[in-house]
């Protein structure tokens, strides 16, 4: 395994919409493993493949519920519904953070890595990285939703606990 660099707003790599994977390899693993470091170094919710400069359909989503990786390999939101608003930020775009509203509860269908098809829901930060890291497949930042930009000191007020999300 190794870490990656992470890929800054501003490289094209983030808005290009990425190919499906079509062979699940060592090469792909190898990549996954990779993804997984690091995300467990930059201390993300998430991170997909053109983060790390590869135009893949490939992301990972840490799943609140058991800190696991939930590995999802040409993944599409199959269900969502309610509603939440709440922080959200990015690896690729350092320092800003900002109001977005997104589904409640997610259904994704995606494969693992070695290419047997799966369904999975979830709810709250999990749904919310489902969504985040989906649309980073298709070459959308998370800033395209912003209703706010936060200040430093609304930033810090949140991580208080001070806001309802």
């Given amino acids: 395994m190794a870490l990656r660099k992470i890929v800054k707003v501003g490289d094209e790599c ?41 135009l893949r359909r490939i992301c990972i989503v840490l799943d609140e519920r058991d800190d696991s990786f939930m590995e999802l390999i040409n993944p599409e939101i199959v269900g969502e519904s309610g509603e939440q608003t709440g922080v959200e930020g990015c ?20 494969q ?8 999975v829901e979830r709810e709250g930060l999990t749904a919310r990285a489902f969504c985040h890291e989906i649309e980073h497949l298709d070459g959308h930042l998370f800033v395209e939703h912003v209703d706010h930009f936060l200040t430093d000191e609304e930033l810090e007020t949140y991580m208080e606990g001070g806001e309802d999300e």
């Avoid at 190898?30 to 983060?51: F, H, K, R, S, V």
């Avoid at 693992?112 to 369904?119: A, I, K, L």
Wanted: proline fraction near 6%; include cysteine.
């Fill in 112 to 119: 693992d890595r070695d290419g047997n098809w799966f369904e």
């Fill in 14 to 54: 983030l808005n290009k919409k990425c190919r499906p994977v079509t062979e699940f390899n060592d090469r792909l693993h190898a990549l996954l493993d990779d993804m997984q470091e690091t995300l467990t170094d930059a201390a993300g919710a998430g991170l997909a493949a053109p983060q790390v400069g590869v």
């Fill in 91 to 110: 690896l690729s775009v350092p320092g800003k953070w900002g109001i977005v509203t997104r589904p409640n509860v997610v259904k994704v269908r995606a």
